[in-house]
């Protein structure tokens, strides 16, 4: 019995060391993936924590400048050679634009779409470079999928507000205007699943710097883009006025500060100068004013874009609201010695021009100073090369998404009022036993306020 006793008590010892090895073996290895991810989190940090000059260079942009320009300018110092360069594209682009505000509102929408795409381009591209190496997997795709996303939404927002009667004629449209908001969530949604299968272990936290890359993208381009064809179904006039006071303040703080700069405004943009931010300040106010008063006087200007659906046509017909009527206003004491006037005929909308061109070259130039901080933070001159002397479609428009913003914040709190029209719109969308309630509900309103006689109650 003795010798059994042993030999289980032998036999209990060594599965006790058995186990007692396995644990030990358990927590070595516990230690080392401890370790790993230890080194992980720290190379992480040290990706967080690199500084600027550890940024990985962007390949400068090629010089787009056309040969004959090239040739012609080719005797000339290489400021001046810049100067011409970027006016001469300056007119290019001006007399372009002209051009297509003449041919209507509709080719303008096109306008603020393709600049808005070209600007996300030129912004994702660069992301797309200085990670380039680590190649992650389906930014790009996923970049531009999130951009038709965000666009698919926004624009059947616009289509649902002012094209609703249009749509409710269109059977094999009603489907997708009542369950947008519905389909663009589930876009999406797809899109969002789609990113979080791409995620590989070794690129974690590049694939969610990029991920917020393209977003803030998108917010940067995609909503204020909306913002803008906004602004333009208000009246061209609200397109036209703060987008050409912003190129105006472009155009006039370059040629102040090239003629006259001497006193550097700030070092983000060291070219930048105090002479030329507040040369192109007081000739923005003033061309706002006077191009105001131009504009004014026509209706295809002043009045609201509307889709006719009739004739299948954009049309800009009404009454001129009183913004754009003539009023006397009383010159001030201190003027009427100067211009030698008592009274003087303006249009109240000229007053509205002057808060817009001061918001222009005052805080629009900060866009600019923005854009200027960004490019400097990953080393490259231009967002790219489209034009030549200018830079990409970003840089002559990175003021002008603080100025779409400004403009609809301003019309919603000092200009809108209820409209006719659209309301009219949405009552013709419903149903008619609801639109018999509303014209009951209207009729008793009405003959309650001594509008309707009481006898046409019926």
């Known amino acids: 019995m003795s010798a059994r006793r042993r030999r289980r008590a032998d036999a ?28 992980l989190d720290e190379g992480l940090v040290d990706l967080d924590l690199r500084n600027d000059s550890d940024t990985p260079d962007v390949p400068p942009p090629t010089d787009s400048t056309p040969e004959i320009l090239k ?69 790009r795709s996923l970049s531009w999928y999130f951009l038709l996303c965000v666009n698919y939404f926004f624009y059947g927002e616009t289509v649902a507000d002012y ?30 699943c789609m990113f979080v299968l791409s995620l590989v272990k070794k690129h974690y936290r590049l694939q969610f710097y990029m991920f917020a890359w393209t977003h803030v993208t998108l917010l940067i381009t995609v909503t204020q883009s909306h913002l803008v064809i906004q602004n333009l179904f208000e009246g061209m006039i609200w397109f036209l006025v703060p987008i050409s006071s912003v190129i105006c303040n472009d155009i006039a703080a370059y040629i102040f500060g090239f003629f006259f700069g001497r006193t550097p405004l ?24 006077v191009f105001s008063y131009f504009l004014a006087q026509y209706q295809y200007f002043v009045c ?20 754009f009527q003539l009023k006397k206003y009383s010159v001030p004491l201190l003027l009427q010695a100067v211009l030698g006037w008592e009274t003087v005929n303006m249009y109240p909308f000229q007053m509205h021009s002057i808060a817009l061109s001061t918001f222009a070259s005052l805080i629009g130039p900060f866009g600019g100073f923005f854009a200027s901080g960004f490019k400097r933070a990953f ?46 719109k949405q009552l013709l969308v419903l149903q008619p036993e609801q639109q018999l309630n509303v014209y009951r509900t209207l009729k008793s309103h009405l003959v309650e306020k001594g509008i309707l006689q009481p006898s046409l109650r019926g």
Request: proline fraction near 3%; hydrophobic fraction near 40%; include cysteine.
């Open 12 to 39: 209990d010892d060594e599965e006790e060391e058995e186990e007692g090895k396995k644990k030990e073996e358990e927590e070595e290895e516990e230690e080392d993936g401890s370790d790993r991810e230890v080194d």
């Open 71 to 139: 040739r012609a300018l080719s005797g000339l110092s290489a400021r001046w050679k810049n100067w011409w360069i970027r006016g001469i594209l300056s007119l290019a682009m001006i007399s372009m634009f002209f051009l297509i505000i003449y041919m209507g509102s509709f080719m303008l929408m096109l306008l603020v779409l393709g600049i808005q795409v070209k600007c996300f381009h030129e912004i994702i591209t660069i992301g797309y470079r200085v990670y380039h190496s680590y190649d992650l997997p389906w930014f």
């Open 163 to 192: 094209f609703g009667t249009f749509v409710q004629r269109r059977e094999q449209l009603q489907f997708l205007i009542r369950y947008h908001r519905f389909i663009s969530f589930a876009l999406y949604l797809a899109g969002f």
């Open 266 to 289: 700030i070092k983000l943009s060291p070219k930048k100068t105090w002479e030329g931010f507040i040369g192109g300040g007081v000739s923005t106010v003033l061309f706002g004013f």
């Open 304 to 323: 609201p874009v509307e889709y006719n659906s009739e004739t299948n046509r954009f049309v800009t017909e009404c009454e001129p609201s009183e913004l």
């Open 379 to 424: 080393k490259i001159k231009d967002f790219a090369d489209t034009i030549p002397g200018h830079g990409g479609i970003m840089d002559r428009f990175d003021c002008q998404y603080l100025m779409a913003t400004f403009v609809h914040v301003y019309i919603t709190s000092f200009i809108r009022g209820p409209n006719p029209s659209k309301v009219l």
